[in-house]
Every structure is written in structure tokens, then in C-alpha cells.
């Protein structure tokens, strides 16, 4: 079994769906955090994965207390996730992914995201088999 965690930055505000910015200042924002995620990657030592699935397990910590959504976190992480299947080697649709709770801010106000990478499931995934009668 092969398992990694990363640390990368916290997406910037402005890829936030509820930003609404102009389409070509969003696209511009989506390629820097795209490439900055890419090499946060490789000095990580991400490399090529050969695996049938690979599990992503990803934990904000937002840089403070502000509520947010965590529809608009994964949103806002889309460029991130592209930049870890660039890294990977593999096509994003190969991802497992599992969101762990948001976590509250700590000292360094920086803002980050944990990403642990792996072959096998990282959490109990329990097949939906109805609703509870």
C-alpha cells in the first residue's frame, strides 16, 4: 500500500463560486494556483501512481474564522485537484475522494489544505443500501 500526505495552499478567495470576478481574471487566477499546487507537488516528491483507484482524503484549514461552505471549499480546490493528476500522472476521474470536517484555523493564519494520497481506502467506505425503514 502506498500512502503520502501533502500540505498545499489554501485556495485563494477569488476562486470561490460565489466570487463572480470576470472570466478571464478567473481563468488567470485558476492557472497560478493550478501551477503553484504543481510544484508544492513536486517538492512534496509526488510523482507517477500506477493504481486502478486512488483514494484522496483532503482537510481544509482556512486561514481564519470566517463560516464557509464546504461545496464552495471543494469548488474553490478544483485547480488543486487538477494539478495532483498532472503530478500523478493519472486522470482525475480515477479519484476516490473523502472530505474530512473543516478545521479551525491555527497560528500560522496562513491557510492550508492536507491531501493524503493512497491505492487503498483511507476510510470506511460503507455501500449505500437504502434508506433506514
Not at 516528491?45 to 500506477?50: A, H, L, Y
Not at 464546504?70 to 476521474?93: E, H, M, P, T
Request: aromatic share 10%; with cysteine.
Amino acid at each position: 500500500m502506498k500512502c503520502l500526505t501533502i500540505k498545499l495552499p489554501f485556495p485563494p478567495a477569488i476562486l470561490n463560486p460565489n466570487a463572480r470576478p470576470h472570466h478571464l481574471r478567473l481563468a488567470a487566477e485558476k492557472k497560478r494556483y493550478r501551477q503553484h499546487c504543481g510544484w508544492e507537488c513536486k517538492t512534496w516528491g509526488v510523482n507517477r501512481f500506477k493504481a486502478d483507484q486512488i483514494h484522496l482524503q483532503i482537510e481544509f484549514h482556512p486561514p481564519n474564522n470566517r463560516r464557509r461552505d464546504r461545496d464552495n471549499l471543494i469548488a474553490a480546490f478544483k485547480a488543486g485537484q487538477d494539478a495532483l493528476s498532472d503530478a500523478l500522472g493519472v486522470d482525475d476521474s480515477l479519484f476516490h475522494v473523502s472530505y474530512a470536517p473543516i478545521q479551525p484555523p491555527d497560528a500560522a493564519k496562513l491557510g492550508y489544505v492536507i491531501v493524503r494520497i493512497s491505492d487503498m481506502p483511507l476510510v470506511a467506505e460503507v455501500p449505500f443500501e437504502g434508506w433506514i425503514k
